[in-house]
């Protein structure tokens, strides 16, 4: 046997050990932050909003759970593009006149992510490229990388309300293009695009004939006086795949209860893609049964009033946020219309004890115990991300040490004038 092994040498994939998922990374590093002991924990870095128990999910959602739990055979396996049941379900929460969706449109998934992983590994071969936003949630570039499908960046424009800079995402356009991401509402930013924005954006993937993933997680979590507009509502011939969960807009992150609707009215996806969906689905399967088999109920019985609850509530804590942070010298808060997040720009000139948002963000964690995410890992460098889901007792505490932090390191003039 010459072919055999004589030494226990057991190599990893070398396609997967090039995966760099930042936010891995961000939590190992964040472990070698030697924390000041005498100051309980403010984790502002979390994207969990049930994380400090002041936002649960309503008890309708819970109600719907036990029920299923105590029924008639929770536990059998369903089918691996989801139940019928949950996917008409999810078809009924999402359908309207002008995106007519039905079960057959519906692919279950395991939360956003798993949907997201899922669509792009169906629309691309490997040496192929996505277009996907820059900033960044950074998992897109992360499944693209574990596909071996190159990722082309296309720029927002902080100037222009961050919109998406559409002439840069055309000019980025080649033979080898096979989709274009976008986000909406957009991440980290907060930002909803306007229907007129989308609509400039649907003509630029009308006229390359390119299909759109679209992440719509926080669909409808908009802040009074924006309006969300779905992606599959407003084309009738650009072929849509839009993922979206419960986790964010329901407050279950941990069910891992995702879903891809099919826009496809003209079944442009209907030649292959929905095929490889369905197949590649079919491998690791949908999420457990007892959640799916909630799905109806939750849908149904889950007042209006609770999704406006949470809207304002977070509505409320970012204006707190940003009022407090508009205080502090050196720092400027962008006030988010959407989602569960804020981006705080640092002037890093101000503060030059400190390289970059990765340093400060660091020693803050250090001195005053207090961990926000680095801009870096969006590639929005110079900039902090806070979550906005905290009680409102540890949003003053937050915002009292990150004061005192920044008043020791502020230098009015730069001491290293070049
Ligand atoms: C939280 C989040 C996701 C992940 O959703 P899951 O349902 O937890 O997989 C995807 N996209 C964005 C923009 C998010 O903020």
Not at 29 to 56: C, E, H, Q, R, W
Not at 335 to 351: C, D, G, H, N, V
Request: proline residues 7%; aromatic residues 10%; hydrophobic residues 40%.
């Amino acid at each position: 046997m010459a072919n055999r092994r004589h030494h226990w040498d057991v190599p990893a994939c070398s396609r997967v050990r090039k995966i760099h998922n930042p936010f891995m990374k961000y939590f190992v590093d964040s472990t070698k932050i030697k924390p000041n002991t005498n100051k309980d924990v403010i984790a502002l870095a979390v994207g969990d909003p049930t994380f400090y128990g002041n936002m649960p999910t309503h008890a309708a959602v819970m109600d719907a759970m036990m029920k299923t739990l105590t029924g008639n055979n929770p536990n059998g396996y369903v089918d691996f593009l989801g139940s019928m049941e949950a996917r008409k379900a999810i078809a009924q929460y999402i359908t309207s006149t002008e995106t007519p969706l039905q079960a057959e449109n519906i692919i279950v998934t395991l939360g956003c992510i798993g949907a997201l992983d899922l669509c792009i590994a169906c629309i691309a071969n490997p040496g192929q490229n996505i277009l996907i936003p820059r900033p960044q949630f950074p998992i897109y570039k992360v499944i693209c990388d574990s596909y071996e499908i190159e990722v082309k960046f296309y720029d927002s424009m902080p100037e222009n309300n961050w919109e998406m800079n559409l002439e840069h995402m055309e000019s980025l356009i080649d033979q080898k293009t096979a989709a274009i991401l976008i986000n909406n509402p957009a991440t980290p930013m907060g930002v909803v695009y306007s229907k007129r924005h989308l609509l400039d954006f649907l003509a630029v993937a009308e006229r390359n004939k390119l299909p759109v993933i679209a992440d719509e997680i926080y669909a409808h979590m908009v802040f009074s006086g924006s309006t969300f507009y779905s992606l599959g509502s407003l084309s009738k011939t650009v072929p849509i795949l839009s993922c979206c969960s419960l986790s964010k807009r329901f407050l279950v992150p941990g069910w891992r209860v995702g879903w891809i609707a099919i826009h496809d009215r003209n079944g442009v996806f209907e030649k292959q893609v929905c095929q490889t969906l369905k197949a590649s689905a079919g491998i690791l399967g949908s999420p457990s049964a007892v959640h799916q088999k909630a799905l109806p109920d939750i849908f149904k019985n889950v007042p209006s009033k609770f999704f406006d609850d949470t809207v304002a509530y977070l509505e409320r804590n970012a204006t707190l946020l940003f009022q407090i942070f508009m205080e502090i010298p050196g720092l400027t808060p962008l006030m988010p219309r959407t989602a569960i997040f804020m981006m705080i720009k640092i002037s890093l000139e101000k503060f030059p004890e400190f390289q970059d948002d990765q340093e400060m963000a660091e020693q803050l964690a250090t001195e005053q115990n207090v961990y926000c995410m680095p801009g870096e890992l969006f590639l929005l460098p110079g900039y902090l991300r806070i979550t906005i889901t905290l009680p409102e007792d540890k949003i003053i505490e937050a915002c009292d040490r990150i004061k005192q932090f920044c008043a020791k390191y502020y230098k009015s003039s730069p001491s290293t004038a070049v």
